[in-house]
Nanobody, 130 residues
Framework: QVQLVESGGGLVQAGDSLRLSCAAS???????LGWFRQAPGEERTFVAA????????YYADSVKGRFTISRDSARNTVYLQINMLKPGDTAVYYC????????????????????????WGQGTQVIVSS
């Protein structure tokens, strides 16, 4: 069993930076931790994922260069650093865990699908004003 708690969201201005945190409890070895986001009235979409064992990362094309995912094994926490925030980044950001993951699953974009994740947090709201 894995529990995920996101934090770090809030109201920010365009151009600001923000770091979201996802504190995890439970066994995370052989897992991937991912971030998704859901804008008002839209479907939830993939943002980034990281292999807990190796630290390998995988990003949606739309966020490459501005978003950075990282992990702190000692704190059992995954972070999402977002730079140069835009109003289009306004969304609820969700953390998710995929158990039984291996790095090869980053090939072909498998980890961009919600169905490949087993556990979800409640989300943290990010609002970017222009």
């Amino acid at each position: 069993q894995v529990q995920l708690v996101e934090s770090g969201g809030g109201l920010v201005q365009a151009g600001d930076s923000l770091r979201l945190s996802c504190a995890a409890s439970g066994r995370l070895s052989n897992s991937a931790l991912g971030w998704f986001r859901q804008a008002p009235g839209e479907e939830r979409t993939f943002v980034a994922a990281i292999s807990w064992n190796s630290g390998a990362t995988y990003y949606a094309d739309s966020v490459k260069g501005r978003f950075t995912i990282s992990r702190d094994s000692a704190r059992n926490t995954v972070y999402l650093q977002i730079n140069m925030l835009k109003p289009g980044d306004t969304a609820v950001y969700y953390c998710a865990a995929a158990i039984g993951f291996h790095d090869g699953q980053f090939q072909g974009g498998a980890m961009s699908y919600m169905t490949n994740y087993d556990y979800w947090g409640q989300g943290t709201q990010v609002i970017v004003s222009s």
